[in-house]
């Protein structure tokens, strides 16, 4: 049975850089605030029409050179957004389009901050499988198109940033790849981080007051989140730890979904890592949900903190609740 690795990554945001102080000018914040309760400094957001499959694309292009491959070469992707260019279809065959693959196919994964981990789950059981030698795994978010900038909506849009992250998983016969994938949920939390409308529930789907309710904005019960997070993130780390005989000593690096500085430092002193031993730039790109695992693992490998044989855990709590690790030797 083949291997699963990942031998090419690739990131891109949009241009535009938008520091804490510019994000006073269009949200009632400070740096202060939005520093003190999430450690980001500054984020980018997009400034002309551009969709989740516009920046994946680009992270793409880069992979494929990391990965020394050419487009054709892929023989499926996997898209992992909440953000996609249209309600359906998903942004996966955009991608497909847009890379100019013919036939191939391409799956859309709806698991908010877990996607990438998700994603990372079917690609790695596909290839174990023999179904596909070289999958395109992305995450992609616009968010900053969807954000409340109003007083209602500051305590989340002040957490969000556009960008998208790839990679380029391949069989290998090598002893590295992949080791293990955990995937968890806990669907009786779904309202408690979630983006309502437009939703198909409601007769008629655009009703009277759809736009004074809120509910065409992310909702989310911060405090809630942080509670579960703190305590789940840890719990799916020393899964992947135990199932492959590791223990927390073992990891090189810890790849969280950098949701937040202080979920992030939570989890460290948990599970007592050391700070050599564990990825953080949300400083730099603010929350980018499916995007930010694949953006931070490109950063960390461009940074050398990611060597050969480097025993890897990528972990990934978020709206679902969801929540996934995933175990590496690189
Ligand atoms: O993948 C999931 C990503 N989500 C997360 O990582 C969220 C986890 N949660 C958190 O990190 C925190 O709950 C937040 C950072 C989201 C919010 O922090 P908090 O301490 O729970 O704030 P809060 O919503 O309870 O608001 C505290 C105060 C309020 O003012 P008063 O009522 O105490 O006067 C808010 O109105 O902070 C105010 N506030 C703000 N002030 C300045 C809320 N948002 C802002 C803002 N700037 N952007």
């Given at each position: 049975m083949p291997n699963a690795r990942i031998i090419g990554t690739g990131m891109y945001v949009p241009e535009r850089l938008v520091t804490n102080d510019e994000m006073t000018k269009i949200v009632d914040t400070s740096d202060e605030w939005i520093r003190e309760r999430s450690g980001i400094q500054e984020r980018h957001f997009i400034s002309e029409e551009c969709g989740a499959s516009d920046l994946a694309l680009e992270a793409t292009k880069i992979a494929l050179k990391n990965a020394k491959m050419t487009a054709d070469e892929i023989d499926f992707i996997i898209f992992a957004t909440l953000?996609?260019?249209?309600?359906?279809?998903?942004s996966g065959v955009l991608l497909q389009d847009k890379l100019g693959l013919k036939n191939i196919g391409a799956l859309d994964v709806?698991?908010?901050?877990s996607g990438f981990v998700y994603g990372l789950s079917v690609a790695n059981a596909y290839i174990r499988a023999g179904l596909y030698k070289n999958i395109l795994l992305v995450g992609a978010e616009v968010h900053s198109t969807g954000l409340d900038f109003s007083d209602e909506g500051r305590h989340i849009a002040v957490l969000f940033g556009d960008g998208a992250g790839a990679v380029i998983i391949s069989a290998t016969d090598?002893?590295?790849?992949?080791l293990s994938t955990h995937l968890h949920s806990d669907?009786?939390?779904?309202?408690?981080?979630?983006?309502?409308?437009?939703?198909?529930?409601?007769?008629?789907?655009?009703?009277?007051g759809i736009w004074e309710d809120g509910t065409l904005y992310p909702h989310m019960n911060g405090r809630e989140v942080f509670k579960y997070a703190v305590t789940l993130f840890p719990r799916v780390i020393n899964e992947a730890l135990e199932t492959n005989g590791y223990s927390t000593e073992d990891i090189d690096l810890l790849i969280p979904h950098q949701a937040n500085m202080r979920i992030t430092e939570a989890i460290a002193h948990r599970l007592k890592?050391?700070?050599?031993?564990y990825f953080s730039n949300i400083h730099k790109y603010g929350n980018t949900t499916a995007a930010s695992i694949p953006i931070a693992l490109h950063e960390a490998i461009e940074e050398g903190?990611?060597?050969?044989n480097s025993l890897v855990i990528l972990a990934a709590f978020g709206s679902g609740f969801t929540w996934a690790s995933a175990a590496i030797r690189w």
């Open positions: 953000s996609p260019d249209y309600n359906f279809p998903g709806r698991n908010q901050c090598e002893e590295r790849g992949v669907g009786s939390k779904a309202l408690e981080l979630c983006l309502i409308n437009p939703g198909s529930r409601k007769i008629p789907r655009y009703y009277e890592l050391r700070p050599d031993q903190r990611v060597k050969d």
